[in-house]
């Protein structure tokens, strides 16, 4: 099995959407014998905004690091997704990686009837974290855009791991925290 951990805060060791993310790959490691892991750290290693040479296959180094990205997501059994809310949406790190794997002809595709997803089979486990208390309201655009994003690829299994309020107090971000430790989905559990 694999598993493709992807991060995108910019706060390291003070992330709280690192901390759950590595509780869950650490969690999968321990159960899943033979787990192979793949990292990939988008504050780190950001991937470019896609360009209009990019498109038309002028940037061939460019084009290599989106082919890779996008290998990643379609070789995942599980992906470990850690979702800060910044500005009310994902970080930008995290929509130019969705841009990379959102592919016509590889993860979906227009038929007479509409679009197609052509990445099934996978389990998608989303860590969002926000400094306000956001899940359920009309200001989140991080949960309802991620769950809308996976289904139109075709992905049926998408759980999300809240963690808001992180900003309120210490004692909401100790609360919240512990809270998401309590829901860590267990591996080789599928989603309803
Ligand atoms: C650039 C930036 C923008 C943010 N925007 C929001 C926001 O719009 N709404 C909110 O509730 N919290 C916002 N926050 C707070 C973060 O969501 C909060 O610190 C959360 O814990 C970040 O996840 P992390 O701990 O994994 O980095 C923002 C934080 C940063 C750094």
């Not at 899943?32 to 793949?38: I, Q, R, S, T």
């Amino acid at each position: 099995m694999k598993l493709l951990h992807i991060d995108s805060s910019i706060l390291g060791d003070q992330s709280v959407s690192r901390e759950l993310t590595g509780a869950i790959v650490a969690r999968w490691r321990a159960s899943v014998p033979g787990l192979e892991v793949v990292t990939h750290d988008l504050a780190r290693d950001p991937l470019p905004h896609l360009s209009g040479a990019t498109l038309a296959g002028q940037d061939e180094i460019e084009a290599s690091r989106g082919e890779a990205a996008l290998r990643e997501f379609l070789d995942a059994d599980v992906i470990v997704i850690g979702a800060p809310m910044y500005n009310f949406s994902i970080p930008s790190s995290l929509k130019a990686w969705i841009d990379r794997i959102a592919v016509r002809g590889r993860t979906f595709r227009y038929t007479e009837t509409g679009p197609e997803g052509l990445a099934g089979g996978k389990r998608v486990i989303v860590v969002a974290s926000a400094g306000g208390v956001h899940a359920g309201q009309p200001t989140d655009f991080v949960e309802p855009y991620l769950r809308h994003m996976f289904a139109f690829l075709g992905v049926e299994a998408v759980e999300f791991i809240r963690a808001d309020g992180i900003g309120l107090s210490p004692e909401h971000r100790a609360a919240a925290i512990e809270r998401a430790h309590g829901a860590l989905p267990e591996p080789l559990r599928r989603a309803a």
